[in-house]
C-alpha cells in the first residue's frame, strides 16, 4: 500500500506542468498523441507493459523473448491442464503451451524471427548508417563490440521468463534482509562437538514443565506427521502424471495434523472457529515442512516405504522449473539444519499451527499467546544443545525457514489455481479452499 501511494505520488508530480523548464501547451498536438499512445501500448500476449511491435505483434520484452526462444522448437510444449490457461502478467510462466499458443493467436511471426548472421548484417547496417551519419568509420572492432553488448542484453531480458533448467534461482528473502543467491548457504554448518563449551554453566537446563511439554509435543509429532508415508496408488514415480496427483497425495499429510493437532492442549483451548481456520491457513506449510523431514540430502529425493523418488518429480509433474528449484533448496536448508532431530521439527510444526497472521483468525492475540510459548521453547531447547554461544545460530536458521515457507507456499498456491477441482479430493478441496 504505502509503494502504491509512493508510485501515485510520482505520477501526480510529472503530469503537473513544469514552468520552469516550459509549459505542457507548448507541446503540439501531435507531440501529445504520440506520447499517449506509446504510453497506452500493453502486451497483446499478458496484459504487461508493451513499448513496441515484436514478430508482427505488440509484446512486451518477456514475450518477445519467450516467442523467441520458444517458437523454432521443434519439439512444442503440452499444457498440463486444459489447454486453456489464463494468461497474464501473473501466470505467464505457468504453462509454456498456452502462451505461445496466445502469440500466435495475436499475430506473432514464426518467420520473423531472425537467425545469427541475419541478426549480424542488421546490426551491421545500424552501425553503419549511425556512422554515415556522424560521418565516422565503423571499425570492425566496434561491430563486434557492440554486437556483444546486444546479446549480453537480449540473454538478460530473456532469463525472468525462462521454464527450461535454471542454474540460479531466485531465493525468498530472510526476516534478515540477507539474499539466498549463493550456494554457500544451503548447508547449515553445524559447531562440531569439540568446540561446544565444556562449562555446564553454558547450557541452558529446561524446567520440568518445559521438558515435559516438549516431550509430549514430539511424542505427538512422530506418531503423527513424523510417522513415514503409507504404500498407497502414489507411492511410485510413474503414478503421478499431473499436479492434482500431487495435491491428492498430501491427503495423507492432511489426516495425519489433524490428528497431530487434537494431541496439543494448548490447540483445545481455541474456539472452534479458530480451530478450523488454523488448520485450513497451517496446511501448505507443513506439507512442506514434512517433505523436508523425508529429504535425503546425498539421494535428492524423498524417502518412502518403496525406496526414493527423485524430486524431480515436482518438476515434471508441474512443469514449473522454479517451484522444484525452491522446493528443494528449502528442504536442503532445512534437513541441513534440523537433520533428523524430532524436537526441532515437532516446535517448528507447533509454531506453525498457532500463527496469528493464518486467514480468518479471530482471537489473534490469544493465538499469538500461545504460540510464544513455543518460540521460548525452542530457543530454549538450542541453548541446552548447543550452549548460550552457539545456540542463536541455529535459532536464526530455524526462524530463518519458518520465514522461508511464506514465498514457497504462495508459490505452491499459484500451482492449484490451475488444478482442475474436479480432479481433487474431496478433503484437500475443503482445507485448501478449492471449492
Known amino acids: 500500500m504505502v509503494a502504491s501511494s509512493s508510485s501515485g505520488n510520482l505520477f501526480d508530480h510529472i503530469d503537473q506542468p ?6 505542457s501547451s507548448s507541446l ?31 509484446t512486451c520484452e518477456s514475450c518477445k523473448a519467450f516467442f523467441r526462444r520458444n517458437a523454432s522448437k521443434e519439439k512444442s ?28 493467436k495475436i499475430g506473432m511471426k514464426k518467420d520473423m524471427i531472425l537467425d545469427d548472421s541475419e541478426k549480424r548484417k542488421r546490426m551491421n547496417k545500424v552501425m553503419a548508417n549511425r556512422a554515415k551519419r556522424e560521418h565516422l568509420p565503423a571499425p570492425e572492432s566496434s561491430l563486434i563490440q557492440i554486437k556483444t553488448e546486444v546479446d549480453t542484453i537480449d540473454s538478460v531480458m530473456e532469463v525472468p521468463a525462462m521454464l527450461e533448467t535454471v542454474n540460479e534461482v531466485e531465493r525468498p528473502p530472510t526476516p534478515f534482509g540477507k539474499t539466498h543467491g549463493s550456494t554457500s548457504d544451503i548447508i547449515f554448518r553445524h559447531v562440531p562437538k569439540q568446540l561446544l563449551p565444556a562449562d555446564a554453566s553454558m547450557y541452558y537446563k529446561l524446567t520440568l514443565a518445559e521438558s515435559s511439554l516438549l516431550a509430549h509435543v514430539t511424542k505427538a509429532y512422530q506418531e503423527t506427521l513424523a510417522a513415514m508415508p ?63 523431514l523425508f529429504y535425503s540430502i546425498e539421494k535428492d529425493a524423498w524417502l518412502t516405504p518403496k525406496g526414493e523418488i527423485p524430486t524431480s518429480i515436482l518438476k515434471n509433474t508441474t512443469g514449473f522449473v522454479s517451484l522444484h528449484n525452491n522446493h528443494v ?42 504460540q510464544d510459548q513455543y518460540i521460548i521453547l525452542l530457543k530454549h531447547y538450542f ?53
Do not use: W
Open 77 to 104: 510444449a503440452v499444457c498440463l491442464f486444459d489447454n486453456n490457461c489464463v494468461v497474464d502478467i501473473r501466470t505467464r510462466r505457468f504453462c509454456p503451451a498456452c502462451r505461445i499458443k496466445k502469440c500466435y
Open 18 to 23: 513544469n514552468t520552469s523548464v516550459g509549459s
Open 230 to 292: 503409507e504404500m498407497g496408488p502414489y507411492s511410485e514415480p510413474k503414478q503421478y502424471q499431473k499436479a492434482a496427483d500431487l495435491v491428492n497425495h498430501s491427503e495423507v499429510c492432511v489426516r495425519k495434523l489433524i490428528m497431530f493437532v487434537k494431541y496439543l492442549d494448548d490447540f483445545k483451548r481455541l474456539s472452534q472457529e479458530d480451530q478450523i481456520a488454523a488448520l485450513k491457513a497451517c496446511v501448505m506449510n507443513t506439507v512442506l515442512l514434512r517433505s523436508a
Open 329 to 370: 533448496y528449502y528442504c536442503r536448508r532445512v534437513k541441513s539444519m534440523a537433520q533428523d532431530d524430532y524436537q526441532i521439527y515437532a516446535l517448528l510444526q507447533t509454531i506453525i499451527v498457532f500463527d496469528p497472521a493464518g486467514m480468518n483468525i479471530t482471537n489473534r492475540e490469544f493465538m499469538s499467546s500461545l
Open 383 to 435: 541453548e541446552s544443545c548447543f550452549s548460550y554461544e552457539f545456540a542463536k545460530e541455529y535459532y536464526v536458521s530455524a526462524l530463518d525457514r519458518l520465514c522461508d515457507l511464506k514465498a514457497l507456499s504462495e508459490e505452491h498456491a499459484n500451482v492449484l489455481l490451475q488444478v482442475n477441482p474436479v480432479d481433487i479430493e474431496p478433503l484437500m478441496l475443503e482445507v485448501l479452499n478449492l471449492k
Open 28 to 58: 503540439g498536438p501531435c507531440s501529445l498523441r504520440k506520447i499517449k499512445t506509446k504510453d497506452d501500448k500493453v502486451c497483446g500476449v499478458c496484459g504487461d507493459k508493451a513499448l513496441g511491435y515484436n514478430f508482427n505483434a505488440v
